[in-house]
């Protein structure tokens, strides 16, 4: 069945310190995958999406994701973080089921970034 | 990026009412889905289309209706609420594989 986890509940990080957000899928096809962010009380705002080509994705905000197929794995990554980011980040993964295609989403990683 | 657009933002109301949940989008798109989440957790599909006259249940068994009578709008129903229902309700369009979601709806039930 076509799942995504998200190992981490929580990551704390510093100001200025680099991230980097798990993010692992189960899917028998080639997947589509996204990360979303959202801030309390908000909906989701998406980050980057991954279809095909370059396993390298730049997204907005300056983060970007690696695909990688061997893996099954889509991490989520920013250089430097900043206090602006902290947000619960979800990763989700397009699946066809049927005639259908819907979104899986993982469980979601809080991130608390400390001044 | 769609410009989607959710009201009321906040409800609280008490058992037995009978609610809607606007959705409104701007951009033509023909999908449109209804989520449910709690809070920190992750989301579940309670409804979606795939046009007008459209309407399919999703994954999480939900009380909820919807309707799609128009391209642009998609609301949420619920005939009798209950506490068991307080969640957030977020909706969502595409016109391919990639979904942009509207604020929410946050609701509560006394």
């Known amino acids: 069945a076509q799942s995504v986890t998200q190992p981490d509940i929580h990551i704390t990080v510093s100001e200025g310190a680099s991230l980097e957000l798990r993010c692992n899928y189960s899917?028998?096809?080639?997947?589509?995958l996204f990360w979303y962010v959202q801030s309390p009380g908000q909906g989701l705002q998406l980050l980057l999406k991954y279809f095909s080509g370059d396993t390298l994705v730049q997204g907005i905000k300056g983060f970007e994701a690696e695909f990688k197929r061997s893996q099954s794995s889509f991490n989520l990554r920013k250089p430097s973080v900043h206090w602006s980011d902290a947000a619960e980040y979800f990763c989700a993964v397009g699946a066809r089921m049927d005639s259908s295609y819907k979104l899986i989403f993982g469980s979601g990683t809080r991130l608390l970034v400390r001044p | 990026e769609a410009d989607i657009y959710q009201t009321p933002r906040y409800l609280v109301i008490g058992t037995g009412k009978k609610i809607t949940l606007e959705c409104s989008q701007t951009?033509?798109?023909?999908?449109m889905y209804w989520y449910q989440q709690d809070p920190g957790m992750e989301l579940h599909l309670i409804h979606y289309s795939y046009g007008v006259n459209s309407t399919e249940k999703g994954d999480l068994s939900s009380e909820s209706t919807v309707s799609r009578i128009r391209t642009e709008h998609f609301p949420l129903t619920l005939e009798s609420a209950r506490p068991s229902h307080t969640s957030q309700y977020l909706c969502a369009s595409s016109e391919s594989y990639t979904q942009y979601f509207g604020p929410g709806t946050r609701l509560t039930v006394l």
């Open positions: 899917y028998g096809a080639t997947p589509y």
């Open positions: 951009m033509g798109h023909d999908k």
